[in-house]
């Protein structure tokens, strides 16, 4: 979910290399269907899902169409005002997480360091990631799916830029792969990627709650 810029496409593009069947979904058909064309050349297959997860009906249609896969990457995200970034980041999120729940899914929620770090120019953001990963805390006790929860640190996409043309290049392929790794090896838990830094800080704030950062990390 969030499949047509950044993380989702990369993740997309990843699977896709490695012979899998991909359920692309977000609201750019156009761009889904590009990066379909662009994968071609691998022996995995491409489905192109367009719609709004903020939408009842794109909601229900992304449930359906993700009913028969194996795992799912919750990879879309926004730092829009509080309402729409509280909406998609958690409350969507969570709505998801509920109506997949199954045994034998593999859940990867795509969750920020701003979840324990304060990050002054985005409150909304911070709030929402970390919203998210509370909220998964106690939903992971009772669910049937395993659920991993993972920071990816920071990586060049459209959340920092808005919208631009797709460049294959650009995407962040090293940060999917690391992240797939991750999905390969664990059922459970919570990873922190990024370096050092993030770790570190992911560990303090850990230990004695949210902590403040001058800049996103
Ligand atoms: N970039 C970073 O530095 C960074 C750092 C830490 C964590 N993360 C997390 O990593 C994940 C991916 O971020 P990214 O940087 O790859 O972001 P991105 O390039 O902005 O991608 C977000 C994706 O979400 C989709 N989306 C947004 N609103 C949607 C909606 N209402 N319904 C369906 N799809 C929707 C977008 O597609 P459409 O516009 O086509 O709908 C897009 O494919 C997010 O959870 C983010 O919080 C990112």
């Known amino acids: ?14 699977h896709r290399e490695r012979g899998d069947g991909v359920v692309a979904l977000g609201r750019r058909g156009t761009r889904l269907a590009q990066l379909g064309d662009i994968s071609n050349a691998y022996p995995g297959t491409w ?4 719609a709004d ?8 249609s992304c449930v359906e169409r993700a009913s028969t896969c194996d795992r799912v990457y919750l990879c879309a995200a926004s730092n829009g005002d509080v309402e729409e970034t509280m909406n ?36 909304h953001y911070c709030a929402s990631k ?27 996409s459209e959340f920092h830029t808005g919208p631009r043309d797709l460049r294959i290049e650009r995407l962040p392929h090293e940060r999917a792969s690391e992240v797939a790794r991750v999905a390969d090896g664990r ?17 303090v704030a850990g230990a004695i709650g949210p902590v403040n950062a001058r800049r996103v990390l």
């Open 53 to 60: 997860l903020t939408d009842p009906q794109g909601f229900t």
């Open 130 to 156: 970390a919203a998210l990963e509370h909220w998964i805390a106690g939903h992971r006790q009772g669910a049937s799916a395993s659920i991993i929860v993972v920071r990816p640190g920071q990586f060049d």
């Open 187 to 203: 059922s459970e838990g919570t990873v922190t990627l990024g370096g050092l830094r993030d770790r570190v800080a992911a560990a």
């Open 1 to 14: 979910m969030g499949a047509s810029s950044g993380l989702g496409a990369a993740l997309g593009l990843k």
């Open 47 to 50: 489905e192109s899902v367009a």
């Open 88 to 123: 998609l980041n958690f409350i969507v999120q969570a709505r998801l997480a509920v109506a997949l729940d199954r045994p034998g899914l593999r859940l990867v929620v795509i969750s920020s360091l701003a979840a324990k770090v304060v990050f002054k120019e985005m409150p």
